[in-house]
């Protein structure tokens, strides 16, 4: 008895079939923002999770750099 392996989940650069798998959790949200706090830096926040659920959030402070 010859195994065969179902290969129909690969993606289909074509159709861009998806595995069934990967259906579920697809609503996603990312966002980002600079801003600048109350000393005048610029802040980066990243934040990113599902839908309807509680999300991350990362923040990132930075002096202000004058460019060359």
Do not use: C
């Amino acid at each position: 008895m010859s195994a065969t392996l179902d290969h129909t989940w690969q993606q289909n650069p074509v159709s861009g079939a998806r595995p069934p798998w990967s259906r579920a959790n697809i609503a996603r949200f990312y966002v980002l923002a600079i801003e600048a706090n109350l000393s005048g830096d610029a802040t980066l926040i990243r934040e990113w999770g599902r839908i309807g659920a509680a999300g991350q959030r990362n923040i990132e402070s930075r002096e202000n750099v004058e460019p060359p």
